[in-house]
């Protein structure tokens, strides 16, 4: 086993089972303020913007840059926390977090890591998966499948782990990249071994915590809920679904989802009221189960409403709202279905595959094409606000809105631009 620990900081308080609301979407707990933005597809991981003001229409120049930033490889996402942005990339030979002012993009602090991923069916070498911000601290998940906790006041190194090297992950066609999830205390981590298809680090240490199944690895991320008193960590992996439970990484329930082959599972699973809903493309397609409290069953499944190459949907009252195809085949179409029934009520072709936010009433749509749109919420008709052109690159990575401000990446070459834009005022914080 390789392990490193940097210094000996206190224990975080755990999270435990009681600050969970029953049949809720839950998340990895995070003492936010408004608009903060702290993992991977927001504060619950579903795509949802908390106490964000409602968006007004841009005008034709589109909205105000207030500043960008020059940046390496990779396809991370940043995550922010009150006025700081994380920034995870490759400069180098080095995977370097980086801490930017969400105010004015001047860089605070950085941390390099040695980044050793060779690369595989994409040439980008940088890492893929966004920073996770917990108490204080930031976890980190490199393309090669290291995992790496530093300080978010300065960026002092806690802890690192050699994950896959210590318990034989897979890189796969892209090199690791399931964001972990915080849940009991514990980093949890689709790695993939045998033996080890799910493992949680203690946060505090980076050690073991357990190490449960011989699920294969994937490229989406996991989510939490509790449902009828029962913790979930809901992992959609190389070929299945799985619950665990957060605590003791027993198996609550599992079913098939993937296809062997040249194929990914990309999407974040989502739970809304007791309803389990994932998506994938590549012949997969969509599954709405019921979860109860060790098993779930299957409502609805095909590969005709939704089949999401990697990105993930939004819910909101009863509907669903994404985007169907992929990138690569350039048949990405958005679409909006009944959750329940898989009734397929709208769709806007040659819309191309995007990347959703739901803020209240509204959908904030980032294109893989550069195109950022503004859309109602509405299940009878697709009805656009406003559009503009923020990139003439590839915004393929993950985008962040906090507290009136939309951040994205591109990706060009080597490199790239992390790009900040004002949408609303502030709120107050």
Request: aromatic share 10%; with cysteine.
């Amino acid at each position: 086993m390789t392990y490193r620990r940097f210094d000996r900081g206190s224990l975080l308080s755990l999270v435990t089972d009681g600050l969970f609301v029953c049949v809720l979407l839950l998340v990895a707990s995070q003492r936010c303020q408004a608009g903060d933005w702290p993992q991977i597809l927001g504060p619950s991981r579903n795509g949802e913007a908390r106490d964000e003001p409602v968006i007004p229409k841009w005008s034709s120049e589109g909205p105000k840059r207030l500043w960008s930033y020059e940046i390496g490889q990779g396809y991370a996402g940043p995550a922010v926390v009150g006025d700081r942005v994380i920034l995870f990339h490759r400069v180098g030979n080095a995977e370097r977090v980086e801490a930017l002012d969400a105010d004015t993009g001047k860089s605070l602090w950085k941390s390099d890591f040695d980044a050793t991923y060779g690369g595989g069916v994409n040439p980008d070498l940088g890492p893929r998966s966004v920073p996770l911000i917990h108490e204080g601290r930031v976890y980190l998940f490199g393309a090669a499948g290291d995992l790496h906790c530093v300080s978010l006041k300065d960026g002092g190194k806690v802890w690192s782990r050699e994950a896959y090297q210590d318990f034989d992950g897979q890189e796969g066609y892209f090199g690791a990249g399931s964001t972990p999830i915080v849940a009991a205390g514990k980093l949890i981590v689709n790695i993939g071994g045998r033996g080890a298809g799910l493992v949680a680090f203690d946060l505090a240490t980076g050690q073991t915590a357990w190490q449960a199944t011989d699920e294969g690895a994937s490229y989406s991320s996991p989510t939490l809920a509790t449902i009828n008193g029962q913790s979930h960590a809901i992992f959609v992996t190389r070929l299945s679904t799985v619950s665990v439970d957060p605590d003791s990484g027993e198996v609550l329930f599992r079913f098939p989802f993937g296809a062997r082959g040249p194929t990914v599972n990309g999407a974040t699973p989502l739970v809304f009221d007791d309803l389990l809903f994932v998506s994938s493309s590549y012949g997969v397609g969509a599954n709405l189960s019921r979860i109860n409290r060790d098993d779930a069953k299957v409502l609805w499944a095909n590969d005709n409403v939704m089949s999401s190459q990697y990105s993930t949907c939004v819910y909101r009252d009863g509907f669903l709202y994404g985007t169907h195809g992929r990138e690569d085949y350039s048949n990405g179409v958005l679409r909006c279905f009944e959750a329940k029934s898989g009734d397929v009520k709208w769709t806007v072709p040659g819309f191309g595959v995007a990347h959703v936010i739901l803020v209240g009433k509204q959908l904030l749509l980032l294109g893989v094409d550069g195109k950022l749109r503004l859309a109602e919420v509405d299940s009878e008709s697709y009805r656009e606000t406003a559009t503009a052109q923020v990139s003439s690159d590839t915004t393929r990575a993950l985008p962040a809105l906090s507290n009136g401000k939309f951040l994205f990446r591109d990706n060009s070459g080597q490199g790239g631009q992390l790009v900040c834009v004002q949408l609303s005022k502030p709120s107050l914080r």
